[in-house]
Protein backbone atom coordinates (compact mmCIF):
# COMPACT_ATOMS: atom_id res chain seq x y z
CA UNK A 1 0.00 0.00 0.00
CA UNK A 2 2.83 2.37 1.07
CA UNK A 3 4.15 1.38 -2.58
CA UNK A 4 0.86 3.15 -4.20
CA UNK A 5 0.51 6.17 -1.98
CA UNK A 6 4.25 7.31 -3.05
CA UNK A 7 3.59 6.56 -6.75
CA UNK A 8 0.22 8.46 -5.90
CA UNK A 9 2.52 11.05 -4.48
CA UNK A 10 4.84 11.06 -7.56
CA UNK A 11 1.81 11.11 -10.38
CA UNK A 12 0.03 14.33 -8.56
CA UNK A 13 2.81 16.19 -7.35
CA UNK A 14 3.65 16.06 -11.63
CA UNK A 15 0.33 16.80 -12.97
CA UNK A 16 0.14 20.11 -10.42
CA UNK A 17 3.59 21.18 -11.83
CA UNK A 18 2.43 21.06 -15.28
CA UNK A 19 -1.00 21.92 -14.89
CA UNK A 20 0.35 25.04 -12.98
CA UNK A 21 3.18 26.41 -14.95
CA UNK A 22 0.33 25.97 -18.08
CA UNK A 23 -2.02 28.10 -16.51
CA UNK A 24 -0.28 30.35 -14.70
CA UNK A 25 0.30 33.91 -15.45
CA UNK A 26 3.97 35.38 -15.75
CA UNK A 27 3.51 37.37 -12.32
CA UNK A 28 5.10 35.09 -10.16
CA UNK A 29 6.71 32.28 -10.20
CA UNK A 30 4.53 29.17 -8.59
CA UNK A 31 6.40 25.94 -7.78
CA UNK A 32 5.16 22.31 -6.74
CA UNK A 33 7.12 21.39 -4.10
CA UNK A 34 5.61 17.91 -2.80
CA UNK A 35 2.33 16.19 -1.89
CA UNK A 36 0.45 14.95 0.95
CA UNK A 37 -1.70 12.16 0.47
CA UNK A 38 -3.15 10.44 3.55
CA UNK A 39 -3.55 6.69 4.00
CA UNK A 40 -6.79 6.15 2.69
CA UNK A 41 -6.02 7.97 -0.56
CA UNK A 42 -8.78 10.39 -0.91
CA UNK A 43 -7.58 13.73 -0.65
CA UNK A 44 -4.28 15.29 -1.53
CA UNK A 45 -2.34 18.44 -0.30
CA UNK A 46 -0.39 19.84 -2.57
CA UNK A 47 2.75 22.04 -1.27
CA UNK A 48 3.68 25.10 -3.55
CA UNK A 49 6.30 28.18 -2.86
CA UNK A 50 6.27 31.23 -4.52
CA UNK A 51 8.97 33.85 -5.53
CA UNK A 52 8.34 36.58 -5.24
CA UNK A 53 7.33 35.60 -1.64
CA UNK A 54 4.62 38.47 -1.47
CA UNK A 55 2.37 37.32 -4.40
CA UNK A 56 2.05 34.25 -2.36
CA UNK A 57 -1.21 34.98 -1.07
CA UNK A 58 -2.94 35.66 -4.93
CA UNK A 59 -0.55 32.48 -5.76
CA UNK A 60 -2.88 30.41 -3.57
CA UNK A 61 -6.15 31.96 -4.27
CA UNK A 62 -5.43 31.61 -8.01
CA UNK A 63 -4.61 27.80 -7.25
CA UNK A 64 -7.67 27.49 -5.20
CA UNK A 65 -9.46 28.87 -7.99
CA UNK A 66 -8.67 26.86 -10.38
CA UNK A 67 -9.06 23.20 -8.30
CA UNK A 68 -12.52 21.77 -10.26
CA UNK A 69 -10.11 22.20 -13.43
CA UNK A 70 -7.24 20.79 -12.04
CA UNK A 71 -9.46 17.93 -10.83
CA UNK A 72 -10.63 17.10 -14.15
CA UNK A 73 -7.16 17.67 -15.36
CA UNK A 74 -5.60 15.05 -13.56
CA UNK A 75 -8.78 12.26 -13.66
CA UNK A 76 -7.96 12.99 -17.92
CA UNK A 77 -4.27 12.49 -17.68
CA UNK A 78 -3.91 9.66 -15.07
CA UNK A 79 -5.18 6.10 -15.02
CA UNK A 80 -6.69 6.29 -11.34
CA UNK A 81 -9.68 4.33 -9.59
CA UNK A 82 -10.37 7.31 -7.65
CA UNK A 83 -9.22 10.72 -8.15
CA UNK A 84 -8.48 12.31 -4.96
CA UNK A 85 -10.08 15.61 -3.92
CA UNK A 86 -7.27 18.24 -3.58
CA UNK A 87 -6.01 21.05 -1.28
CA UNK A 88 -3.16 23.49 -1.82
CA UNK A 89 -1.17 25.26 0.62
CA UNK A 90 2.26 27.06 0.69
CA UNK A 91 5.25 25.11 1.64
CA UNK A 92 6.18 26.46 4.99
CA UNK A 93 9.43 23.89 5.09
CA UNK A 94 10.56 25.29 2.06
CA UNK A 95 10.39 28.72 3.19
CA UNK A 96 12.41 27.28 6.53
CA UNK A 97 14.81 25.89 4.81
CA UNK A 98 15.83 29.04 2.33
CA UNK A 99 16.03 31.21 5.78
CA UNK A 100 18.10 28.54 7.28
CA UNK A 101 20.10 28.56 3.97
CA UNK A 102 20.32 32.54 3.95
CA UNK A 103 21.76 32.56 7.61
CA UNK A 104 24.35 30.09 6.67
CA UNK A 105 25.19 31.89 3.67
CA UNK A 106 25.79 35.25 5.92
CA UNK A 107 27.72 33.44 9.08
CA UNK A 108 29.95 31.92 6.25
CA UNK A 109 30.28 34.97 4.69
CA UNK A 110 31.01 37.03 7.64
CA UNK A 111 33.80 33.98 9.73
CA UNK A 112 35.50 34.26 5.75
CA UNK A 113 36.18 37.94 5.95
CA UNK A 114 37.25 37.58 9.67
CA UNK A 115 39.45 35.06 8.39
CA UNK A 116 40.93 37.20 6.05
CA UNK A 117 41.32 40.10 8.49
CA UNK A 118 43.30 37.74 10.96
CA UNK A 119 45.28 36.27 8.42
CA UNK A 120 46.08 39.60 6.54
CA UNK A 121 46.91 41.16 10.05
CA UNK A 122 49.42 38.23 10.87
CA UNK A 123 51.22 38.24 7.72
CA UNK A 124 51.57 41.98 8.20
CA UNK A 125 53.43 41.49 11.80
CA UNK A 126 55.36 38.61 10.24
CA UNK A 127 56.70 41.48 7.33
CA UNK A 128 57.44 44.18 9.65
CA UNK A 129 60.29 42.35 11.36
Do not use: W
Amino acid sequence: MQHLKEKLKGVITALAGEYLSREADSSSLITVTGCKVPDNMRSATILISVLPENRAGAALAFAQHKLPKFRAYVASHARLKYVPFFHFAIDRGEQNRQALDNITRSKNFESRNKDDIISNNQHDTETDF
